[in-house]
């Protein structure tokens, strides 16, 4: 007679530590925050939403910050004790490099480039004198890799994949790693946006468009769960990654392997 077995939980690997998403309120950031939570962190979600923000905070366990990360005076307001800081915010705009307005490719850099550097310079202090630390840049396939039309997103994921690796290089002497995750397309709410004003445009089924359009470069013909990265996400700050660093791990379906 066999009796069944029960797995113990797993251990709370992060319990005790203190992270910050930025972009929480939805998308691979909501997911971040509640694997980060589930690991045992506390999490300050981070979010121009601020209703957004409230309710992943209240769901995991953490605070809520509603900030505007292009404004650098919002961002001293947030917490610098955090062991570990996801640098998850975007925003996207599609022209061809002649008719590409220059404040939304200026908004885009201060999103995705100076915030990112801006809260490096707040929470690096917190990690060195505590000899630990995690920075996870979500980057893209598009800070390995270049489409058209996106010059301004190509720009600055290429930008935070250097921030990345300088991070690294001076945050090694004092137990702090930081890497780039690299997913291609994602099933978010903006994606999902998107494959449905295509099908609807060129008279194909949403399943064309996602097999035959977003990802025509990709091997694997399916989205990306938000799950799936924030569970790279995690990993990279668990007790196993301490030499992993300066690096970028696709999840991108083979994208880049072409």
Known sequence: MTSAFTPSPAPAELAGRTALVTGGGSGIGRACATALAAAGALVHVVDLD??????????????????????????????????????????????????????????????????????????????????????????????LRASPFKSAYVAAKHALEGLSKVAALEGAPHGVTSNCVNPGYVRTALVEGQIAAQADAHGISEEQVVGD??????????????????????????????????????????????
């Open 213 to 258: 359009v977003l990802l025509s470069r990709s091997a694997v013909k399916r989205l990306i769960e938000p799950a799936d990265v924030a569970a790279a996400v995690v990993w990279l700050c668990g007790p196993h990654t301490g030499h992993l660093t300066g690096a970028s791990l696709p999840l991108d379906g083979g994208w880049t392997a072409a």
């Open 50 to 143: 601020a209703d957004a923000a409230k309710t992943v905070a209240e769901t995991v366990g953490g605070e809520a910050h509603a900030v505007d990360l292009a404004d650098p005076d919002a961002l001293r307001r947030l917490p610098a004790r955090a062991d570990i800081l996801v640098n998850n915010a975007g925003l996207q705009h599609v022209a061809p490099l002649p008719d590409f307005p220059l404040e939304r490719f200026e908004l885009i850099q201060k999103v995705m480039v100076t915030a990112p550097f801006l809260l490096l310079q707040r929470t690096l202090p917190h990690m060195y004198a505590h000899g630990w630390g995690r920075v996870v840049n979500i980057s893209s396939v598009h800070g």
